[in-house]
Protein backbone atom coordinates (compact mmCIF):
# COMPACT_ATOMS: atom_id res chain seq x y z
CA UNK A 1 0.00 0.00 0.00
CA UNK A 2 2.96 2.69 0.74
CA UNK A 3 6.31 2.54 -1.23
CA UNK A 4 8.09 3.15 1.69
CA UNK A 5 8.18 0.99 4.89
CA UNK A 6 7.75 1.65 8.63
CA UNK A 7 6.67 0.60 11.31
CA UNK A 8 3.39 1.31 13.05
CA UNK A 9 4.36 2.33 16.17
CA UNK A 10 7.35 3.16 18.53
CA UNK A 11 7.94 4.23 22.09
CA UNK A 12 9.58 5.90 25.15
CA UNK A 13 10.02 6.97 28.47
CA UNK A 14 10.56 10.61 29.14
CA UNK A 15 14.64 11.38 28.21
CA UNK A 16 15.25 8.11 26.11
CA UNK A 17 16.48 7.51 23.04
CA UNK A 18 13.78 6.51 20.01
CA UNK A 19 14.69 5.31 16.29
CA UNK A 20 12.54 5.18 13.12
CA UNK A 21 13.03 3.21 10.39
CA UNK A 22 12.20 3.87 6.60
CA UNK A 23 12.90 1.00 4.11
CA UNK A 24 12.72 1.22 0.19
CA UNK A 25 14.25 0.65 -3.00
CA UNK A 26 16.95 1.32 -5.75
CA UNK A 27 13.91 3.82 -7.22
CA UNK A 28 13.41 6.04 -3.97
CA UNK A 29 15.73 5.89 -0.81
CA UNK A 30 18.35 4.16 -2.92
CA UNK A 31 19.02 7.17 -5.40
CA UNK A 32 17.57 10.30 -3.40
CA UNK A 33 17.55 11.77 -0.29
CA UNK A 34 14.85 10.88 2.10
CA UNK A 35 12.48 13.69 3.96
CA UNK A 36 10.76 13.58 7.39
CA UNK A 37 7.58 15.13 8.41
CA UNK A 38 6.01 15.35 12.21
CA UNK A 39 2.63 15.91 12.15
CA UNK A 40 0.95 16.75 15.75
CA UNK A 41 -2.78 15.72 16.39
CA UNK A 42 -5.40 17.63 13.97
CA UNK A 43 -2.47 19.76 12.32
CA UNK A 44 -0.89 19.91 8.77
CA UNK A 45 2.70 18.18 8.49
CA UNK A 46 5.85 19.96 9.51
CA UNK A 47 9.06 19.33 8.01
CA UNK A 48 11.66 17.78 10.24
CA UNK A 49 14.51 16.31 7.91
CA UNK A 50 15.30 17.13 4.32
CA UNK A 51 18.29 15.93 2.75
CA UNK A 52 18.32 12.76 4.40
CA UNK A 53 20.59 14.43 7.63
CA UNK A 54 19.60 18.32 7.51
CA UNK A 55 17.25 19.87 9.98
CA UNK A 56 15.58 23.41 9.30
CA UNK A 57 15.90 26.22 10.89
CA UNK A 58 14.27 25.77 14.37
CA UNK A 59 14.01 22.28 14.66
CA UNK A 60 15.71 21.31 17.87
CA UNK A 61 18.88 19.04 17.27
CA UNK A 62 17.10 16.03 19.53
CA UNK A 63 15.95 15.18 16.08
CA UNK A 64 18.61 13.86 13.58
CA UNK A 65 18.07 11.96 10.14
CA UNK A 66 20.55 9.15 8.43
CA UNK A 67 20.73 7.28 5.42
CA UNK A 68 22.36 3.93 4.49
CA UNK A 69 21.62 2.35 0.94
CA UNK A 70 17.65 1.79 0.47
CA UNK A 71 17.22 2.98 4.06
CA UNK A 72 16.79 5.96 6.70
CA UNK A 73 16.40 6.15 10.29
CA UNK A 74 15.15 9.17 12.11
CA UNK A 75 15.96 9.67 15.75
CA UNK A 76 14.66 11.36 18.66
CA UNK A 77 17.11 11.35 21.75
CA UNK A 78 16.00 13.02 24.68
CA UNK A 79 12.34 11.97 23.86
CA UNK A 80 9.64 14.53 25.17
CA UNK A 81 5.98 14.59 25.74
CA UNK A 82 5.28 16.99 23.01
CA UNK A 83 7.37 14.83 20.66
CA UNK A 84 4.17 12.62 20.73
CA UNK A 85 2.98 12.93 17.25
CA UNK A 86 2.86 10.89 13.45
CA UNK A 87 6.25 10.83 11.71
CA UNK A 88 6.42 10.37 8.00
CA UNK A 89 9.29 9.61 5.77
CA UNK A 90 8.91 10.40 2.07
CA UNK A 91 11.65 10.25 -0.92
CA UNK A 92 11.32 10.99 -4.77
CA UNK A 93 11.19 8.19 -6.60
CA UNK A 94 12.33 7.88 -9.93
CA UNK A 95 10.31 5.07 -11.15
CA UNK A 96 6.96 6.40 -10.17
CA UNK A 97 7.83 9.87 -10.75
CA UNK A 98 6.71 10.90 -7.96
CA UNK A 99 7.24 11.36 -4.21
CA UNK A 100 6.08 8.47 -2.11
CA UNK A 101 5.54 8.38 1.57
CA UNK A 102 5.71 5.92 4.38
CA UNK A 103 2.70 4.88 6.02
CA UNK A 104 3.76 6.87 9.01
CA UNK A 105 4.85 5.93 12.83
CA UNK A 106 2.82 6.95 15.77
CA UNK A 107 5.61 7.70 18.43
CA UNK A 108 4.20 7.58 22.29
CA UNK A 109 5.57 8.86 25.24
CA UNK A 110 5.21 6.52 28.45
CA UNK B 1 3.15 36.51 7.04
CA UNK B 2 4.62 33.48 5.12
CA UNK B 3 1.10 31.44 4.41
CA UNK B 4 -0.65 29.21 2.33
CA UNK B 5 -4.67 28.79 2.56
CA UNK B 6 -6.75 26.04 0.85
CA UNK B 7 -9.90 26.88 0.08
CA UNK B 8 -12.85 24.89 -1.89
CA UNK B 9 -13.89 21.59 -0.22
CA UNK B 10 -16.70 20.20 0.13
CA UNK B 11 -19.62 17.47 0.21
CA UNK B 12 -19.78 16.21 -3.43
CA UNK B 13 -21.60 13.14 -4.90
CA UNK B 14 -19.73 10.26 -6.84
CA UNK B 15 -18.56 11.50 -10.13
CA UNK B 16 -18.91 15.07 -9.69
CA UNK B 17 -16.35 17.89 -10.02
CA UNK B 18 -14.75 20.17 -7.13
CA UNK B 19 -12.22 22.66 -7.81
CA UNK B 20 -9.80 23.55 -4.42
CA UNK B 21 -7.66 26.65 -4.63
CA UNK B 22 -4.54 27.25 -2.26
CA UNK B 23 -3.78 31.61 -1.63
CA UNK B 24 -0.07 32.44 -0.97
CA UNK B 25 1.07 35.28 0.33
CA UNK B 26 4.18 36.63 2.22
CA UNK B 27 6.73 34.60 -0.41
CA UNK B 28 7.60 35.10 -4.17
CA UNK B 29 5.09 32.23 -4.99
CA UNK B 30 6.42 32.19 -8.88
CA UNK B 31 9.64 31.10 -7.55
CA UNK B 32 8.53 27.88 -5.74
CA UNK B 33 7.48 24.61 -7.39
CA UNK B 34 4.13 23.47 -5.43
CA UNK B 35 2.16 20.11 -4.93
CA UNK B 36 -0.55 18.71 -3.45
CA UNK B 37 -0.75 16.60 -0.88
CA UNK B 38 -3.72 14.19 0.39
CA UNK B 39 -4.39 12.51 3.82
CA UNK B 40 -7.87 10.75 4.01
CA UNK B 41 -9.46 10.33 7.58
CA UNK B 42 -7.19 8.13 9.81
CA UNK B 43 -4.75 7.69 6.84
CA UNK B 44 -1.33 8.08 6.09
CA UNK B 45 -0.14 10.94 3.38
CA UNK B 46 -0.44 10.82 -0.36
CA UNK B 47 1.13 13.22 -2.47
CA UNK B 48 -1.38 14.08 -5.30
CA UNK B 49 0.59 16.10 -7.83
CA UNK B 50 3.48 18.29 -8.69
CA UNK B 51 3.98 21.57 -11.00
CA UNK B 52 6.87 23.50 -11.34
CA UNK B 53 7.24 27.19 -10.91
CA UNK B 54 6.64 27.81 -14.80
CA UNK B 55 4.18 25.80 -15.39
CA UNK B 56 6.00 23.68 -17.76
CA UNK B 57 6.44 20.40 -15.89
CA UNK B 58 3.23 19.08 -14.00
CA UNK B 59 3.63 15.34 -12.29
CA UNK B 60 0.64 13.12 -11.10
CA UNK B 61 -0.09 10.03 -8.54
CA UNK B 62 -1.14 7.20 -10.77
CA UNK B 63 -4.21 7.11 -8.32
CA UNK B 64 -5.25 10.44 -9.87
CA UNK B 65 -4.45 10.99 -13.21
CA UNK B 66 -6.29 11.54 -15.78
CA UNK B 67 -9.19 13.13 -13.39
CA UNK B 68 -7.29 15.36 -11.82
CA UNK B 69 -5.94 18.76 -13.19
CA UNK B 70 -2.98 20.98 -11.22
CA UNK B 71 -2.43 24.29 -12.72
CA UNK B 72 -1.20 27.42 -11.34
CA UNK B 73 -2.06 31.31 -11.67
CA UNK B 74 1.60 33.42 -10.26
CA UNK B 75 -0.15 36.71 -11.15
CA UNK B 76 -2.38 35.86 -8.50
CA UNK B 77 -0.01 33.74 -6.24
CA UNK B 78 -2.17 31.05 -6.32
CA UNK B 79 -2.43 26.78 -7.35
CA UNK B 80 -5.75 25.55 -8.28
CA UNK B 81 -6.72 21.50 -8.25
CA UNK B 82 -9.42 20.69 -10.27
CA UNK B 83 -11.39 16.92 -9.09
CA UNK B 84 -13.25 15.46 -11.70
CA UNK B 85 -14.68 11.69 -11.64
CA UNK B 86 -14.48 11.88 -7.97
CA UNK B 87 -14.54 9.00 -6.05
CA UNK B 88 -15.39 7.69 -2.45
CA UNK B 89 -11.77 7.33 -1.99
CA UNK B 90 -10.68 10.45 -3.53
CA UNK B 91 -11.81 11.74 0.61
CA UNK B 92 -9.51 13.12 2.48
CA UNK B 93 -8.54 16.68 3.10
CA UNK B 94 -6.29 17.90 0.77
CA UNK B 95 -3.01 20.21 1.42
CA UNK B 96 -1.32 21.91 -0.81
CA UNK B 97 2.73 22.25 0.07
CA UNK B 98 5.91 23.72 -1.20
CA UNK B 99 8.74 22.67 -1.95
CA UNK B 100 11.70 24.00 -0.44
CA UNK B 101 14.07 23.97 -3.38
CA UNK B 102 14.42 22.77 -7.25
CA UNK B 103 16.61 19.83 -6.07
CA UNK B 104 14.79 18.82 -2.85
CA UNK B 105 12.21 16.88 -4.56
CA UNK B 106 10.31 15.53 -1.74
CA UNK B 107 10.86 18.42 1.01
CA UNK B 108 7.96 20.48 1.62
CA UNK B 109 8.41 23.26 3.74
CA UNK B 110 5.14 25.29 3.87
CA UNK B 111 1.91 24.00 4.41
CA UNK B 112 -1.27 25.04 4.34
CA UNK B 113 -3.80 23.89 7.10
CA UNK B 114 -5.95 21.78 4.49
CA UNK B 115 -9.34 21.70 3.08
CA UNK B 116 -11.84 18.47 3.30
CA UNK B 117 -13.37 17.08 0.68
CA UNK B 118 -16.18 14.26 1.46
CA UNK B 119 -17.24 12.60 -1.72
CA UNK B 120 -20.56 10.55 -0.91
CA UNK B 121 -23.96 10.24 -1.72
Known amino acids: QYVLTQPPSASGTPGQRVTISCSGSSSNIGTNTVNWYQQLPGTAPKLLIYSSDQRPSGVPDRFSGSKSGTSASLAISGLQSEDEADYYC???????????FGGGTKVAVL | EVQLVESGGGLVQPGGSLRLSCAASGFTFSSYEMNWVRQAPGKGLEWVSFMTSSGRNIYYADSVKGRFTISRDNAQNSLYLQMNSLRAEDTAIYYC??????????????WGQGTMVTVSS
Open chain 1, 90 to 100: AAWDGSLNGVV
Open chain 2, 97 to 110: ARRLGYSYLAAFDL
